[in-house]
């Protein structure tokens, strides 16, 4: 596990997990679908889109021997080759009843330079609707992402911002301008750690 944080539901708080991808888990992921009432359906479907996306390209890192699907695989792949691209997924799992047993998908690369590259973050369609009630599943992907940042030695993470996505990440970098990149450097990612309700279970590993 890298994470288990709170997200907001409209029937209250929703423990979920953070993990690695294992074998099978895109199965859950083809499962979306745009729910019968939806304010932007949009949006949701830009979720299930990315979401088969991500699967995809996961599948063909899995194909490659490219892929990482625990922490322990991604820091023996990197200490192998100090400057190996390595592909993961970060899901998140519910604990207990949910619209879906996968809530949230961050599809990233681990680069030659140790940096972290994230291609797609998405949640399930029920949660990214602007009424839906459901708030921090992205927010929470994030800090995964930088929990998994901080065990590589990792000080940057960055990626493409869409037009419906820009806002999003200027919010986390704390209102900082975000066009069509963003880069998380090792304040703003340490900042993201520190909301982790328990900081001291997540200490990093040796740099690889």
């Known amino acids: 596990m890298i994470a288990q944080l709170s997200i907001q539901t409209p029937s209250g ?55 990482a699907t625990s922490m322990d695989e991604l820091l023996e792949k990197v200490g192998a080759n100090a400057k190996r691209e390595v592909g993961f997924i970060i899901i998140a799992k519910a604990i207990g009843e949910s619209v879906s047993s996968t809530l949230g998908v961050a599809w990233c690369r681990r680069t030659w330079c140790n940096h972290l590259v994230l ?52 919010k986390l970098l704390g209102g900082t301008p975000v066009l069509d990149h963003f880069f998380f450097g090792f304040e703003a990612l340490a900042a993201l750690r520190e909301q982790l309700p328990l900081r001291s279970q997540f200490k990093p590993k040796s740099k690889p």
């Open 119 to 170: 291609d797609f973050l998405t949640v399930h369609p029920a949660l990214n609707d602007p009424v839906g009630g459901y708030k921090g599943m992205g927010f929470g992907m994030f800090i995964g992402i930088a929990v998994v940042a901080e065990k590589l030695g990792s000080h940057l993470v960055w990626g493409e911002a869409t037009e419906t996505s820009c806002t999003f990440y200027q």
């Open 13 to 67: 708080p929703q423990q979920v997990r953070l993990e690695f991808a294992r074998m099978g888990d895109d199965a859950e992921m083809k499962k979306w679908r745009t729910p019968r009432k939806h304010s932007r359906p949009d949006l949701a479907a830009d979720s299930i889109e990315l979401a088969r996306l991500a699967g995809k390209r996961w599948r063909y890192y899995l194909r490659r021997n490219e892929a």
